[in-house]
């Protein structure tokens, strides 16, 4: 299969750069047309691989893509779940290279979706065509390629539910996590779920003069901001209340064995430009990453931005905040605690709107099932050594959906790098990690069906 892979390689990296090429940006309306265009892409992609079926399903958003190849009954099924969905690419100017325009520089794929997650799904659509040419497959694979998972999957839950005998299968594969490095192999043991929300606080009913009206009316944008740093105390610890009250504290034999994970901090700064780390007093960086829920602004403006200056006191004030949580916290009750929370604090003089975007569940892997041990097997087996478990930091909303409708266990298999400036500008998505991504898959089909 290695020899297959080698044979083929310009021609697998050449069609993932034309699936870059299409803006799937799906938390733009105006990319709709992009969306179905990348759909219909991914349905040629299966069928040219060797799925025997690959069918469009049209959802209340953007299509779902079906696809399987159905080798014997009796052979245990994968189903491989993805998204052809990416981030927007904003600031463009940050960007070195179009986002829509893939280039190879050092090794590496510069693309909006390189990594995330466009790079790493048509890993399995090439490892699919490398086991189906090489007659070396050793389950059955089904595939869900969805276009809504930047803005929360909220057609997948229906479609799911109403597909389980199309998506029976016996551990859903996913690749849409990272790995601590080429040379530290790893797998996320789970990921962290999600609550995202919007404030817009409004004072007066137009933008004024801040000299005229400054001191004597309330700032929304300075309201707005106190209302954020309330959020948080003198060590970074959340003081909103009821936060933390279904938090599971993690033991100190798992706080021990994270430790064990590589890290170099003196790297992990240079590599964001930072002088300092920053985070709830206590706590490591891979543990304020993987096991300490969290709050974040993911944007914020109000007033004046443009060139120059203008001395005005802005009529709003608008903030987008996500929350990333830990098993055992619910994304409805902590958006619900949330909203109340910025809906009560609000001082006399501006009123607050606060509304919810959307949100996920967290997610815990046990590494003592078939599908996490043919896993590490499998990056064993062509990384030569064996693979660390991990906390993810990020968040994949279906995973408990996926468990609760389908009766089976996930197992995340990223071969993504935290360095891939996921959402950032100048994503990107090194050309070995995707080969050896395309080389792994096949050992797990192998060992899973051994197992």
């Known amino acids: 299969m290695k020899q297959y892979i080698d044979q083929n390689k310009d021609r697998f990296l050449n069609e993932l750069l034309d699936l870059l090429r299409i803006p799937s940006i799906s938390a733009n309306s105006e990319h709709k047309g992009d969306l179905i265009r990348c759909a219909e892409a991914v349905k040629k992609s299966l069928l040219e691989a060797g799925a025997d079926l690959a069918e469009i399903h049209e959802t209340e958003g953007h299509p779902i893509v079906y696809g399987e ?57 090439k490892a699919l065509e490398v086991m189906v040419r090489n007659n070396a497959l050793k389950t059955n694979i089904k595939f ?37 490095s080429m040379d530290t192999p790893s797998i996320d043991t789970g990921v962290r779920g999600l609550s995202y929300i919007e404030v817009e606080v409004t004072g007066p009913n137009r933008d004024l003069h801040s000299g005229v009206y400054g001191g004597a ?25 009821g936060f ?23 790297e992990y700064k240079l590599d964001l430009g930072i002088d300092a780390v920053y985070g709830e007093k206590g706590y490591s960086t891979n543990e304020r990453t993987g096991i300490r829920p969290t709050i974040e602004v993911n944007g914020i403006w109000g007033g004046y931005t443009g060139e120059g200056a203008k001395t005005v006191l802005p009529s709003k004030a608008t903030a987008k905040i996500s929350a990333r949580l830990v098993p055992n916290q619910s994304s409805e009750k902590i958006t619900a605690i949330l909203l109340d929370y910025f809906r009560k604090i609000a001082p006399a003089g501006v009123t607050v709107k606060a509304t919810e975007h959307h949100g996920g569940e967290p997610y815990l892997t046990p590494i003592d099932s078939k599908g996490y041990q043919a896993a ?16 993810g930091g990020g968040s994949i909303p279906i995973c408990s959906l996926f468990e609760k409708e389908l009766g089976v266990k996930i197992v995340f298999m990223g071969f993504g790098l935290d360095s891939d ?7 990107k998505y090194d050309l070995f990690n995707f080969y050896k991504g395309i080389e792994t898959i096949p050992y797990f089909h192998q060992y899973f069906a051994e197992m």
């Open 376 to 391: 590490a097997k499998a990056i064993e087996h062509t990384f030569g050594k064996a693979p660390v478990p991990v906390r």
């Open 144 to 180: 869900c390629i969805e276009g809504e998972e930047e803005i929360g999957s909220p057609n997948l839950g229906k479609f799911v539910a109403t597909h389980h005998d199309l998506l029976k299968s016996d551990v859903v594969l996913i690749s849409d996590t990272a790995m601590i």
């Open 244 to 266: 933390y009250d279904d938090v599971i504290e993690s033991s100190d034999a798992e706080r021990a064995l994270m430790a064990k994970a590589p890290y170099d901090e003196a």
């Open 69 to 125: 190849k159905m080798i014997d009954p009796s052979f245990p099924t994968v189903l491989v779940y993805g998204h052809y969905d990416v981030q927007p690419a904003d600031p463009l100017e940050l960007w070195h290279s179009g986002p829509f325009e893939p280039v190879i520089k050092d090794g590496k794929i510069y693309a909006r979706g390189a990594c995330d997650d466009k790079g790493q799904f048509y890993m399995h659509v």
């Open 421 to 427: 400036n996921l959402h950032s500008p100048n994503e």
């Open 217 to 241: 009316v309330a700032n929304p944008a300075t309201i707005l901001a106190k209302m954020i740093a309330s959020c948080h105390d003198e060590n970074n610890h959340i003081t909103i209340p």
